[in-house]
């Protein structure tokens, strides 16, 4: 099979391993080049908390809107963010494989206070442009055989649209 889509691109690809789905929850790991250690999770807002921290301790890419908070946890605008440095190669983190399945992930933009970008499932080689937080996690489900999709929402993107 040709890996003609398995690359990181940016900064900020992350490789999303999901290794077990009870109940329509995921639970997996996910990686990135800044750490050898995986970010374990057990639902998928738990992935989503894990990439917007991991984004914005990168700064990258911008949000195009401010997070608000009652607590005193992140960053403010302006404030130095201390740099970091790469300790996995991305043939390293393309290595990585899920139970399930195996994504990459790529987000591009942060506006609208969503993500936009391109999402690869790496079990299939079919690579996917996403416009927000709640369609990439659409296509994971689907990828993952947990949703069942309904005469509207056949309209959105799926992997059926993928470029292989």
Sequence with gaps: MERSQWYMGAPNGVVLCVDKVE???FAGRLYHAYSRKPAVFSSIDGVIFALEQFYDSLNFPHPTTDSRSFGKEGYK???????????MKDEELLSMHGDL???????QHRQNSSWQGRITWMDKNK???FRS????????????DTVSVSEEEQR???????QE
Excluded: C, H, N, S
């Excluded at 399945?101 to 987000?107: A, L, M, N, W």
């Excluded at 959105?156 to 993928?162: I, L």
């Design 101 to 107: 399945g195996t994504f990459i992930i790529r987000v």
């Design 133 to 144: 937080i709640w369609e990439m996690i659409k296509l994971v489900a689907g990828a993952l």
């Design 127 to 129: 690579t996917v442009y």
């Design 77 to 87: 605008a302006g404030q130095e963010r201390p740099e970091r440095k790469k300790t």
């Design 156 to 162: 959105e993107v799926t992997w059926e649209d993928a």
């Design 23 to 25: 109940e329509q929850r």
